[in-house]
């Protein structure tokens, strides 16, 4: 039943709720006037509620232009740095050599005279003493002529494109001019370090380079098995290294070096290796007297675990013989430690600091360790790069030579050095309890049949035989 207060609404009128003023403009811009206060006023209180729970140390000062540029500069490598500038001076000075053809700067020449004045550039180019480069040589100044481009801003022209027309004469002649040169023998030596053998490294131990005996001897030693066991640079992994890179502990496994890489040639961190890791490698030490984390301790202990890695080694004294100081080694001597160790334990060959990564690559090569395990320890990002620290040994190298030389060695001598063999592999074979009586009596008898089989003459058949070589 509806009531007569509903009957008596007229359905086409509407409520009045007393909200009349909202349609009022003055009362609604006083309204959002006073909304926009309250809101600036919370936001003040806001404001400085952060400002008093930040610690003002917790973010550097107000960096500049000047901080910016020498951070972008920081991280460039200083040798790509400096064969950049030395391919630019090479080009400066032949384009002054010409300067009758008003040859244009190069980072502002087009295509067509960029590629038109590179030609006759490569053509022409000599070094100080007016001979040809090496082929490489001839390649590498291209390529820091490209980083000039690059850093002069110019990024649309690849001179080593082979995709683009414009160079694709330039890239002829550099491919032309590279054989050539290496068909005049330029280029064909090749110069570098050699690694440290297992013969001399032992010498370095008996004549005392290595050691505990005083400063200068375990810094020898920390430094050459620094880059045998971790596979460091011998450059600019060293001149940074820090204490606090190495940790000595002890599991399962026994007592063990382990070593955190920071920042090298092959690994930059940065955006374009963020799937890339730094080294952090683990070497676990046999125990004796040259337990390599025994010597590691003891010359990080001399130096307090704290601070730069490499320190001027002090005189010993009543109170110890291993002491160093707080002046960090200059790097004009850090780079001939390796030249030093190998002068004073009488070495012979071609030694520089890079021996010691060389001799890490190599030692495991020969070793048959597998190729990533040998990238994980040297730092290397591909397989060609690490391969070619593959290389023959001297006992290689020499056992070849004799294969294929004239003058044969002794047939005793081979047959000594077989027998000598078969024995060490029947002894491993053997059990404990049999005795050596029939171990040689067995190889009298093969002795003997071999030297009737050497000193017979004509055709000699054999039945049912089966040689290994």
Same mark, same amino acid.
């Given at each position: 039943m509806v009531s007569d207060f509903e009957n008596s609404i007229d359905r086409d009128s509407s409520f009045d709720l007393g909200l009349d003023f909202l349609e009022d403009?003055?009362? &609604?811009?006083?309204?959002?006037?006073?909304?926009?206060?309250?809101?600036?006023?919370e936001t003040n209180r806001c404001v400085e509620t952060v400002r008093s729970e930040i610690n003002d140390e917790?973010?550097?000062? #107000?960096v500049?232009? $000047?901080? !910016?540029? *020498?951070?972008?500069?920081?991280?460039?490598?200083?040798?790509?740095?400096?064969? $950049?500038? +030395?391919?630019?001076?090479?080009?400066?000075? +032949?384009r002054q050599h010409r300067q009758a053809d008003n040859i244009p700067e190069i980072h502002i020449m087009e295509k067509p005279a960029l590629s038109f004045w590179l030609i006759r550039f490569l053509m022409e180019v000599r070094n100080q003493k007016g001979e040809e480069y090496p082929p490489k040589s001839l390649y590498l100044i291209m390529c820091g002529l490209l980083r000039?481009?690059?850093?002069?801003?110019?990024?649309?022209?690849?001179? /080593?494109?082979?995709?683009?027309?414009?160079?694709? *004469?330039? !890239?002829?002649?550099?491919?032309? =001019?590279?054989?050539?040169?290496?068909? #005049?023998? &330029?280029? $064909?030596k090749t110069k570098q370090a050699d690694p440290?053998?297992? *013969?001399?490294?032992? =010498? /370095? +131990?008996?004549?005392?380079?290595?050691g505990m005996k005083n400063s200068k001897s375990l810094q020898y030693t920390v430094f050459f098995y620094a880059c045998k066991l971790f596979g460091l640079r011998g450059r600019d992994e060293h001149r940074n290294l820090q204490c606090n890179q190495f940790e000595i502990g002890e599991d399962d496994g026994g007592r063990f070096i382990r070593f955190i890489g920071r920042g090298s040639k092959t690994y930059h961190g940065g955006l374009g290796q963020m799937s890339i890791k730094n080294k952090d490698i683990k070497h676990y030490c046999k125990p004796g007297p040259r337990c390599m984390a $025994?010597?590691?301790?003891?010359?990080?202990?001399?130096?307090?675990?704290?601070?730069?890695?490499?320190?001027?080694?002090?005189?010993?004294t009543q109170s110890g013989t291993i002491r160093y100081g707080y002046q960090p080694v200059g790097i004009n001597t850090l780079n001939k430690f390796m030249k030093e160790i190998a002068e004073k334990g009488s070495l012979q060959g071609?030694?520089?600091n890079h021996s010691g990564k060389r001799t890490c690559a190599t030692t495991m090569y020969t070793a048959g360790i597998d190729e990533q395990e040998i990238m994980d320890r040297t730092g290397h990002r591909s397989v060609t790069a690490v391969r070619k620290y593959k290389q023959s040994s001297d006992q290689v190298r020499k056992m070849v030579s004799n294969v294929l030389d004239p003058n044969k060695e002794d047939t005793d001598l081979h047959v000594s050095k077989m027998l000598k063999y078969e024995k060490n592999e029947h002894s491993c074979k053997t059990t404990s309890d049999k005795s050596e009586t029939t171990v040689s009596n067995n190889i009298k008898k093969r002795r003997d049949a071999l030297t009737d089989l050497t000193n017979q003459s004509g055709i000699v058949n054999f039945t049912g035989c089966t040689f290994n070589f």
């Open positions: 403009p003055e009362i &609604l811009n006083n309204s959002t006037r006073f909304q926009t206060n309250v809101l600036k006023l917790r973010f550097g000062k #107000q500049t232009d $000047t901080e !910016i540029e *020498e951070m972008k500069s920081s991280k460039r490598n200083k040798n790509t740095a400096k064969n $950049t500038k +030395w391919a630019f001076n090479i080009f400066e000075t +032949w000039h481009l690059r850093e002069c801003g110019v990024h649309d022209k690849n001179i /080593l494109d082979k995709k683009d027309p414009a160079f694709a *004469e330039l !890239i002829t002649i550099l491919d032309s =001019k590279m054989k050539h040169l290496l068909d #005049q023998g &330029l280029g $064909t440290v053998s297992n *013969e001399d490294e032992e =010498k /370095l +131990w008996e004549k005392g380079v290595f $025994t010597h590691f301790e003891t010359y990080l202990n001399a130096l307090g675990n704290d601070g730069d890695f490499y320190r001027r080694p002090l005189p010993s071609s030694f520089t």
